[in-house]
């Protein structure tokens, strides 16, 4: 029986492209597909779209195809190169693989498709390739998506940083908090982000001018950031990144106590959590520091009552209560929460403005945990790239153009 009129419906080709042999090697768990075209064919150019070029001469190419049954499939063709009257001679391009790829459209699919809830190092071993080819493939269909991300909507945003491959190496994501979903995310976390991020803004049907609110951390540099590149907003800043100053001075007067009281040394925990979320042994534990060292029971006090600010009626009530609380944390003698109390003081407007606008970066804290998540159990997070493009997978919403039959896919994980 010839098989290769099964082969060549099976794989979908149509003329000129059949295939014309089939090496099937089970010892090697191996399926090759010998595809061709008719003698005598004539092809578009695929630079000016000039149809009928005849065949300058061919070459030899191979693309990875997904498995027959438990056998590595291939395609193996010889690709015309086409003399075009303008342009010379052309490798035209196979209507079963994009130009450059070693997969055919629809293993790229498959990897796609595997790619929104598998880790990629786990496609790569199931598609026996390596992680890298894996990865080129899934970034260029993410770079696709991300080249058409429409930002015309861009209005409220809110900006975190992560940790990329340790710490101290940062990138900056960008949420558009109304659409709940990840449109921008660059390497660094210095003012120049911001910057990186109104172009990008610029470039995809939004303005930079049109976003009016922000919500981020208290680092100097997006503040900065945001009041030279982003002229309209108004900043609110996190309110965890905002008590987690006083947990750092919390910290820091516990770590000087611990000079003459050894006893607090097992307490950063009881000391730092929320109190409703103690265990009995660290409640104990809370009780008996706060009740002998009169230094960690007053900024432990202190960071306690900052929770009230968020408690208040109005903001004209949370004003006059942020008020009192720096006074009093002013006439401390304790230096961290002098000091903590005089940022806060400096960052006011941003604190209070949660009044007006209740955001906080809870979303983007869920990324980021998904993401460091995602770095553990992959490799080939080596690449700032890399890191980006899982981000973009996990958070980006995503239009990914896969080659059919799998139309149309939106990466949600
Ligand atoms: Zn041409």
Not at 198 to 226: N, Q, W, Y
Not at 254 to 268: A, H, L, Q
Request: aromatic share 8%.
């Amino acid at each position: 029986m010839d098989t290769n009129p099964l082969f060549t419906a099976a794989l979908g080709l149509i003329p000129p492209w059949c295939v014309v042999r089939t090496d099937f090697r089970p010892e090697q768990r191996l399926l090759e597909m010998q595809v061709d075209f008719k003698p005598g064919s004539r092809f578009a150019c695929p630079d000016c779209g000039s149809k009928d070029c005849g065949v300058h001469d061919t070459v030899e190419k191979r693309w990875r195809h997904m498995d027959f049954f438990q056998h590595q499939a291939y395609i193996i063709a010889r690709v015309p190169r086409v003399q075009c009257p303008g342009c010379g001679v052309r490798l035209i391009a196979v209507p079963w693989a994009r130009p450059g790829s070693g997969f055919t459209l629809l293993m790229e699919g498959l990897i796609l498709e595997m790619s929104r809830s598998m880790p990629i190092r786990n496609i790569a071993q199931l598609v026996r390739v390596s992680d890298n080819r894996v990865w080129r493939v899934i970034q260029h269909y993410v770079d696709d998506a991300v080249s058409r991300i429409d930002c015309s909507k861009v209005t409220v945003v809110g900006v975190d940083e992560t940790s990329a491959k340790k710490r101290h190496d940062y990138i900056s994501c960008f949420f558009d908090m109304t659409h709940k979903r990840l449109v921008f995310a660059t390497e660094g976390r210095e003012h120049q982000v911001v910057a990186a991020f109104a172009r990008f803004l610029g470039e995809h049907g939004g303005d930079a001018s049109a976003v009016t609110e922000v919500s981020c951390d208290m680092s100097p540099a997006f503040i900065k950031g945001v009041r030279d590149f982003l002229p309209e907003a108004e900043v609110t800043f996190d309110k965890f990144h905002v008590s987690k100053i006083l947990g750092d001075a919390v910290e820091r007067v516990r770590r000087s106590e611990w000079r003459t009281d050894k006893t607090v040394k097992g307490g950063r925990y009881a000391l730092l959590k929320n109190p409703a979320n103690l265990t009995p042994f660290q409640r104990e534990q809370l009780k008996d520091i706060t009740a002998r060292n009169a230094a960690l029971a007053e900024v432990y006090r202190r960071k306690e009552t900052f929770r009230d600010l968020y408690r208040q009626p109005d903001i004209v009530a949370a004003k006059g209560f942020l008020k009192g609380w720096i006074a009093t944390a002013m006439n401390s003698t304790l230096k961290p929460l002098i000091k903590a109390a005089k940022s806060i003081n400096h960052r006011a407007k941003g604190i209070l403005r949660w009044y007006t606008t209740h955001m906080t970066n809870a979303v983007l804290e869920g990324l980021n945990s998904l993401l460091q998540a995602a770095k553990r159990k992959a490799r080939g997070y080596r690449l700032h790239r890399t890191f980006i493009t899982m981000a973009y997978l996990i958070a980006g919403k995503l239009e990914l153009r896969a080659p059919s039959p799998f139309a149309c896919l939106t990466a949600t994980h």
